[in-house]
């Protein structure tokens, strides 16, 4: 959402697009939101066909080790500790105010690195 205007997609709409990767895509634990949202951006900003394509794989690959310097993983389950496909973790995790507390961290990190490659 962060990006969205400046990339000519309304708030609505980026909240649309994005409700199923919270959670490591719908709660699986998978790729982290923060990064899943970060790689949309890259191919808002860079994507098409051909040499885009490639061009914005590469960019993708460096936002994804960038990410994984900061904090270990791209993963869900592993950054916040908690098997989020678990509903007992799912609560718990809600319950310890994990995502206010961790995820934030990590949507920041995600739009630094996003600034930092212009």
Do not use: W
């Amino acid at each position: 959402m962060v990006f969205g205007e400046d990339l000519g997609v309304n708030r609505e709409t980026c909240v649309q697009v994005s409700t199923a990767f919270g959670g490591g895509m719908a709660h699986l634990g998978l790729t982290c939101g923060a990064v899943t949202g970060a790689l949309m951006v890259l191919g808002l900003r860079h994507g098409g066909t051909g040499g885009q394509k490639q061009a914005t794989y590469g960019l993708a690959t460096e936002f994804v080790k960038r990410f994984r310097e900061a904090h270990g993983s791209i993963n869900c389950t592993e950054l916040i500790g908690y098997d989020l496909s678990d509903p007992e973790q799912l609560a718990e995790a809600s319950a310890r105010i994990v995502f206010a507390s961790k995820c934030v961290d990590y949507v920041r990190t995600a739009a630094r690195i996003l600034e930092e490659m212009g």
